[in-house]
């Protein structure tokens, strides 16, 4: 009896390379024949492409190299040899639909946490798959720059995102008073430099900023700051304030009802939270005075370039005295004078950069 040869094993289906001729990322076809060919694949090898996204000993790079190979494809440029990093980066460089969906689909297979898109002239199109690769769990930080289309309102209830740099985006107030209204609690940097913001959208800011966050550096450079009034509520938000011997005593009672909370708790064996406990103001006291501290995890507000004049210094020295030794303000390239830097410099030493 003849033997018979062993069953192959099925391989992904090919497309024809007519679909999707093979060019470097910059001359693509147009974006609709690029999806056809991507999407089709995906029908063809459903099967495949799930096995390939649960295979964690199979690289972010061999699986984005072998659906290219598929679809006759050329990899873009910035994702080889990065099969390892955890930043990725496309900085003034187009990046096309067809990029961004292979990246969305082996994300899971990367050690990715950092993404950094810079000057991308992004269609709504390619945004839409941006903003899903953002929410991808492992995500902290995302830069998304000088890319004036971006819709930032959607990075905001991304939880995973710790740190968030949207510089030169055109940001006017509204847009950032819906951001800081829909954002997560557990921002560490958000960079907001080089954009439309005033007054009315960084009061959204010192609103945000007087919940519990966990925010420890605002750039807020090159904006539309031109007195201390368009930063008063803002720098408010920092620092210590001095509190009266009453006000000083309701914070010794919320201690106490928050330390009976626990023992409750404790006493119930029940798990529980630091949202559920009640919240005392972190104090300090210096010299025989009680002062509340403000954000006392913040580090850095960057207010260079904008429009401080030398008719605001003394609320300047004013915030700046209310300063906690670990927090510290730019204001370089502003309108003081030079008398007014040289006695902030002296006076404040490393809290301020002017």
Known sequence: MKKQPPPQTQQPQQIQSRIIQKEVFWVYQSQ?????????????????????QQQQSVGFMENIQQVSNSINNHIHPCLQNNSQ??????NSINVDWLTLKLIHL???????????FRH???TSQELDVVYQIFAFQRIIKA??????????????????LEFIYLRG????????IQFMGGLHNRLKVLELGVNKISQEGIDAIAEYMGKPNALEYLGLASNCIKSFQDIKLLAHSFGKNRISTEEFQKIQELEQQRELQIQKFQKQKKKYTEEMLIQVPPYV???NFNYTLQNPQFKL????????VEQDRDQIDKFLNRLLDTQSVILMNNQFEHSTKAKMRKKYKKCVVI
Do not use: G, W
Request: aromatic share 12%; glycine share 0%.
């Open 32 to 52: 609709n024949v690029q999806q056809n060919a991507y999407e089709q694949y995906l029908t063809l090898n459903q099967k495949e492409i799930y096995n390939l």
């Open 85 to 90: 990093d955890q930043f990725l980066r496309f």
């Open 106 to 116: 082996f994300i899971n297979n990367s050690n990715l946490m950092a993404i950094d």
């Open 120 to 122: 991308n002239k992004f």
């Open 143 to 160: 830069f998304i720059e000088y890319n004036p289309n971006v819709n930032i309102i959607k990075l905001s209830p991304l939880y995973n």
């Open 169 to 176: 985006n055109e940001i006017d107030n509204n847009t950032i």
């Open 285 to 287: 006291k210096i010299e």
């Open 301 to 308: 507000l960057n207010l260079s370039d904008n429009q401080l």
